[in-house]
């Protein structure tokens, strides 16, 4: 018998955890419990300060009920998510949920963020136009023009003549991201063992009960989804439970 031999994922490489603030900038409430919550819970748990920004509320999420009731419900819920995994600051830009647009607009409201909160890492979501490597779990465009803004917003804000008005106003430039992370993406070479804290994600995913009811079929089970793809990457670390990362390099010159 002949044929192509089954791909052996490679191992992940830990990444580097001597840093003390980190700032998490994705597109949605919900983004970040979907894999990446309980690595935030051991960093917080390391006494690490971990600050969330969300671009949107979420509103255009959840089918049955109309953005002006699911935003507010969204952002509590959110918060309360965000609690259980040891952050307690969130803030909502509140841009237009499903209908982000990359451009020089989004880039200079991220690059305020970064020089306001001053991260040492700067957290986002997967923006490869997929989740798996084969390209047949499509991502979406609000995950995409996040994380490609943030790439570029975390350069734009060390650097005084990018958005100098916001230099002239008071804000300091703030060339101290070293790295930005990209939760789940398919060319993840770094991760993080999650397996203490591995609970805490769970509780963070469902604490996003209207979301999730939303979901169609009620039977969505938190526990058993974040199990195999914690499985799966922490395989590839030689633990238990693990969370991917894919790292982009930002002091390199």
């Known amino acids: 018998m002949t044929g192509d031999a089954p791909t052996v ?3 992940l490489q830990p990444v580097n955890e001597d840093w003390q603030r980190a700032l998490a900038i994705v597109a949605h409430p919900d983004d970040l419990e979907f894999g990446a919550a309980a690595a935030v819970a051991r960093w917080t748990g390391q006494g690490k300060a971990v600050n969330y920004v969300l671009v949107t509320s979420g509103e255009a999420g959840i089918d049955g009920l109309d953005p ?3 935003g507010p419900a969204r952002e509590t819920e959110q918060r309360e998510s965000a609690a259980i995994v ?3 600051q969130v803030d909502f830009l509140r841009l237009p949920d499903g209908v982000l647009e990359y451009g020089v607009a989004l880039r200079r409201e991220l690059c305020r963020v ?3 909160h001053r ?5 986002t979501n997967n923006f ?5 490597e084969a390209g047949d779990a499509l991502n979406m465009s609000d995950h995409i023009v996040t994380g490609r803004a943030v790439l570029d917003a975390a350069r734009d804000a060390g650097n005084r003549w990018v958005f100098r008005e916001q230099i002239d106003a008071g804000l300091e430039k703030w060339g101290g991201v070293r790295e930005v992370w990209a939760a789940g993406s398919p060319r993840a070479k770094h ?5 203490d804290t591995f609970e805490l994600g769970v509780r963070s995913l469902e604490a996003h009960a209207a979301y999730l009811r939303g979901l169609g079929s009620g039977d969505f089970d938190s526990g058993e989804f974040l199990e195999g793809f914690a499985r799966q990457t922490g395989s590839r670390l030689g633990v238990r439970y693990g969370a991917g990362f894919e790292v982009f390099y ?3 010159y």
């Open 114 to 116: 970064i020089r306001t």
């Open 128 to 132: 490869r136009d997929s989740w798996d």
């Open 9 to 11: 994922p490679h191992p």
């Open 191 to 195: 991760g993080v063992d999650t397996t």
């Open 86 to 88: 040891g952050v307690t």
């Open 68 to 70: 002006a009731e699911a």
């Open 250 to 252: 930002l002091n390199l």
């Open 119 to 123: 991260p040492d890492i700067v957290l």
